[in-house]
């Protein structure tokens, strides 16, 4: 079975420090894809990332960056320069390939606060 | 379009109320799901559609009953329900229906709507 772990319940952190939301998975499977949402007050789930299996390349886009290790299984945010508008809750998902439907299993969650 | 809409965004409705959720995408995706979400819990899954059939319940109480009457529609009719029903429910849908690999991608989620039942 799947799992995803999100320690970090809440996290608050002063503008423009710069902030990592952990996330570790278990999956018997070795193709399996990763993702990343952010959920806003206003209720939307916001994808950020997916990851495969295959791919460990660390990924920038802008402020943000993912750190995925295969050997600890874990699947790292990090916001660089966190803003005001980032506050929100964060997700980390995990889909495994095999089997007859595409859930994701999510963890339970990181609400990031950024205060002025 | 890459979008998945869901109407009413807000929905207040009495025990013995009939109501239901719809959800639509023009993406050209073959699977559609339904989430439930409580307050500050992650999104769990109720329902999964490949190819216009349902494929997973997750245990679902039968007052919460699904249709896909087409590929880019996905409802979720509601009946009798309770107050701990009350949550934000939404829909996602993804490319190539479920199974194999490709099925992940465009995994997309709707806005969601919130539902009070009173």
């Known amino acids: 079975a799947q799992k995803v772990t999100q320690a970090q319940t809440e996290i608050s952190v002063v503008e423009k420090e710069d902030v990592t939301l952990d996330c570790v998975y278990e999956?018997?499977?070795?193709?399996?894809?990763l993702f990343w949402y952010k959920q806003p007050p206003s209720g939307e789930l916001v994808f950020l990332i997916r990851?495969?299996?295959?791919?460990?390349q660390n990924e920038i886009s802008g402020r943000y960056s993912w750190n995925f290790q295969k050997s600890t299984s874990s699947f790292n945010f990090t916001i660089t320069a966190s803003q005001v508008v980032d506050s929100a809750v964060y997700f980390c998902?995990?889909?495994?390939?095999?089997?007859?439907?595409?859930?994701?299993?999510f963890g339970s969650g990181t609400q990031l606060t950024v205060l002025p | 379009d890459t979008e998945v809409t869901q109407t009413p965004k807000h929905l207040v409705m009495g025990m013995t109320n009939k109501k239901s959720l719809k959800c639509e995408q023009h993406?050209?995706?073959?699977?559609m799901y339904w989430y439930k979400q409580k307050a500050k819990k992650p999104p769990e899954l109720m329902f999964v559609?490949?190819?216009?059939?349902?494929?997973i319940n997750e245990s679902v109480p039968s007052r919460f009953s699904p249709e896909c009457p087409n590929s880019s529609l996905l409802n979720l009719h509601l009946h009798a329900l309770q107050p701990e029903d009350s949550a934000l429910y939404l829909c996602?849908?993804?490319?190539?229906?479920?199974?194999?690999?490709?099925?992940?991608?465009?995994?997309?989620f709707g806005s969601g709507t919130r539902l009070t039942v009173v």
């Open positions: 998902a995990l889909s495994e390939a095999s089997g007859s439907a595409r859930q994701l299993t």
């Open positions: 999956t018997r499977d070795t193709t399996y894809y």
């Open positions: 996602a849908s993804s490319q190539g229906g479920t199974g194999g690999a490709t099925g992940i991608y465009g995994y997309t």
């Open positions: 993406m050209g995706h073959r699977a």
């Open positions: 990851r495969n299996s295959f791919d460990e």
């Open positions: 559609y490949s190819y216009e059939k349902l494929s």
